[in-house]
Each structure stands twice: as structure tokens, then as C-alpha cells.
T-cell receptor
Framework: GENVEQHPSTLSVQEGDSAVIKCTYS??????FPWYKQELGKRPQLIID?????GEKKDQRIAVTLNKTAKHFSLHITETQPEDSAVYFC??????????FGRGTSLIVHP | NAGVTQTPKFRILKIGQSMTLQCTQD?????MYWYRQDPGMGLKLIYY???????DKGEVPNGYNVSRSTTEDFPLRLELAAPSQTSVYFC??????FGEGGYEQYFGPGTRLTVT
């Protein structure tokens, strides 16, 4: 089955810096790669996603890049703010609708 | 739309007790899922359903059972609760046109379960 590795497990940045979280996947047939943000005590919520026919997608301060050859995708957050502090999960899935999640990255943005 | 709702929000069980975690969605989604999230860990799939009357095991199904009699409801049953089942349980749903994969999952608010 699919295996998703996520790094780093913890990321600490100063407000205004950029943050990058990287995930690698094992199944070359995976074609959908969402990123979820989970604030403390809350439910995971989708913040951005990308499909395998696209190399990059941006939404304001958030971007995701996909390298199908290397089987990795990354979340980029620019101009980080304290409210960006949360746990971020990547996932990969294909036609089975059963996503495989990474173990999460705890992002801490220091004011 | 209320989205995905779960009850209860919190529950403390004694070892050996049983309970049902309720999950309801009002988005007419075909696919529903149950995950558990242990402290500091990711999401592990317990069971999922691709439509009413159809369920299948995920990564960690032991100690749990599910049913899907309607599109809206997907209850999770814990039989003979054990301390290892202490976790936060999330229900999720998604819509995916047949033959296409990869759509956003909508999560419920979670149920925090403690077994002592």
C-alpha cells in the first residue's frame, strides 16, 4: 500500500519567515495530494490540494509543489503569522478514495 | 448545512464497557470514514464506507464495528473497551464522482474518549 513520510515533525520559525514542509510518497499511481491544518483541539481542515496533472498551486500565502518524478510534494507558507501555528498533515490518494496521511508537522510561529 | 456532526464530544468509559460513537453528515456524501488520532500522532483509518450498506476495514479495525444503514449516518461501535482505545475519534466524509479519486474530506469535531 501507499506510504507517506512527512518531515520535519516540528518546525519553529519567527513571524514573517517562510516555512516549508515536505512529504514523500511511495505509490506512483497516487494522483491527489491534500494538505490539512489542525489547530489545537480542533478538527483537520483542508487548506490546499494539488492533483498530479499540476506542478504547483498557490493560494495567497500558501503554495504546494509536486514533483512526480521524485514522488514528493511540499507545502510552502510565506510571511508566517502566529495564527499559522498548528499541526499540518499531508496525504496522498488515488482512485480508491482512501487517503494515506503523513504523521504531521507541528508548526510554531514565534511573534 | 451542519456538515459532519459527532456525538458525544467527550466520554469516559470503564474497561469492558461498550458504547457507540455517532456520526451524521447532511451533505449527501457517499464516502464516510472513521479515524482515530492518538496524542501527537497522525490519523489512522479504522473503517470506511463507500455507500449505504457497504463497509470495509481500514488500518486499525480490531475492537470496533460499524454499520451504514443510511447515507447520512455512520456509527462506530466499541465493544469491550480497553485502555488502548483511549484516543480522539474523527468521522469524515467526502463526495467523489464514480471513477475519480481525490476530493476534500470534511471532518467532524471529534469525540475524545478515555478508557480507564
Amino acid at each position: 500500500g501507499e506510504n507517506v513520510e512527512q518531515h520535519p515533525s516540528t518546525l519553529s520559525v519567527q513571524e514573517g519567515d517562510s516555512a516549508v514542509i515536505k512529504c514523500t510518497y511511495s505509490d506512483s499511481a497516487s494522483n491527489y495530494f491534500p494538505w490539512y491544518k489542525q489547530e489545537l483541539g480542533k478538527r483537520p481542515q483542508l487548506i490546499i490540494d494539488i492533483r498530479s496533472n499540476v506542478g504547483e498551486k498557490k493560494d495567497q500565502r500558501i503554495a504546494v509543489t509536486l514533483n512526480k518524478t521524485a514522488k514528493h510534494f511540499s507545502l510552502h507558507i510565506t510571511e508566517t503569522q502566529p495564527e499559522d501555528s498548528a499541526v499540518y498533515f499531508c496525504a496522498a490518494s488515488k482512485g480508491s478514495y482512501i487517503p494515506t496521511f503523513g504523521r504531521g508537522t507541528s508548526l510554531i510561529v514565534h511573534p | 448545512n451542519a456538515g459532519v456532526t459527532q456525538t458525544p464530544k467527550f466520554r469516559i468509559l470503564k474497561i469492558g464497557q461498550s458504547m457507540t460513537l455517532q456520526c451524521t453528515q447532511d451533505m449527501n456524501h457517499n464516502y464516510m470514514y472513521w479515524y482515530r488520532q492518538d496524542p501527537g500522532m497522525g490519523l489512522k483509518l479504522i473503517y470506511y464506507s463507500v455507500g449505504a450498506g457497504i463497509t470495509d476495514k481500514g488500518e486499525v479495525p480490531n475492537g470496533y464495528n460499524v454499520s451504514r444503514s443510511t447515507t447520512e449516518d455512520f456509527p462506530l461501535r466499541l465493544e469491550l473497551a480497553a485502555p488502548s482505545q483511549t484516543s480522539v475519534y474523527f468521522c469524515a466524509s467526502t463526495t467523489a464522482p464514480f471513477g475519480e479519486g481525490g476530493y476534500e474530506q470534511y471532518f467532524g469535531p471529534g469525540t475524545r474518549l478515555t478508557v480507564t
